[in-house]
């Protein structure tokens, strides 16, 4: 039976968030020893579960580059805080495209399993000028996206906050531009106006459909299985 699940990629300015954005969950980058966040540990209760665990992986610090760590929500705040472990400060660039794509993935898995419907994500693996280019970090969120996308079991909601409407823009070039690169067909919609990229991915079909408004990102569809 097709799936009919959909990932919706968009691009958003950072100071939506907590305003006409309220996602389930907010994605911040950290690195191996979580120097990014030290101060969020101190606010913990080891007598709670979740906290607990939280603490307990922190103790063995450091935390392999790729994987993630959940903070539960906070009193005052509406979203639960994922921490992607992308950077390795003893490394230069700090940060590998591979390391964002397995972390947002698996963010992505384990949000769908809560039943998370929205994270907002940073512009992960950036960070000054030791981080990954605005193009890697496009390549990696992107492909990220195309594996969930793949094993999508329920509608999930990625966006990507950026500092002003030119990162925006830019971003919003680099990703049409890379959808585009992959595609190994392009449709026409009923309505005869939307074009609907279609991009093979293993024995998937992938569906693009570039959401109206040139900013907004892409919605992908799993179609079925190639035969």
């Avoid at 660039?93 to 998370?116: E, N, W, Y």
């Avoid at 890379?178 to 079909?205: I, K, W």
């Avoid at 992938?206 to 190639?226: A, C, E, K, M, N």
């Amino acid at each position: 039976m097709p799936q009919t699940a959909t990932l919706r990629f968009d691009l958003d300015l950072r100071e939506s968030l907590g305003h006409r954005l309220q996602p389930d969950g907010i994605v911040v980058q950290e690195d191996k020893n979580l120097l990014l966040a030290q101060e969020m540990a101190s606010e913990l209760d080891a007598s709670n579960a979740d906290d607990a665990a939280y603490l307990a992986i922190v103790a063995q610090r450091p935390v392999p580059a790729g994987h993630f760590l959940l903070l539960r929500r906070r009193e005052g705040t509406s979203f639960w805080t994922y921490q992607a472990v992308v950077h390795d400060f003893d490394m230069t660039p700090t940060c590998r495209p591979g390391d964002v794509r397995r972390s947002l993935a698996a963010i992505g898995q384990d949000a769908a399993v809560r039943g998370f419907h929205h994270l907002a994500i940073e512009p992960l693996g950036t960070f000054r000028s030791s981080g990954l280019t605005l193009e890697e970090m496009v390549d990696a969120l992107d492909e990220a996206a195309v594996e969930l996308s793949v094993n999508l079991a329920a509608p999930l909601r990625l966006t990507l906050l950026l500092e002003d409407i030119a990162k925006v823009e830019q971003v919003s070039h680099l990703l049409r531009s890379r959808v585009l690169r992959r595609a190994s067909r392009r449709l026409r919609t009923e309505d005869g106006e939307a074009v609907v990229v279609e991009v093979c991915q293993g024995a998937a079909r992938l569906h693009y459909r570039f959401v109206p408004g040139s900013l907004s990102g892409y919605i992908v569809t799993r179609i079925d299985q190639v035969a």
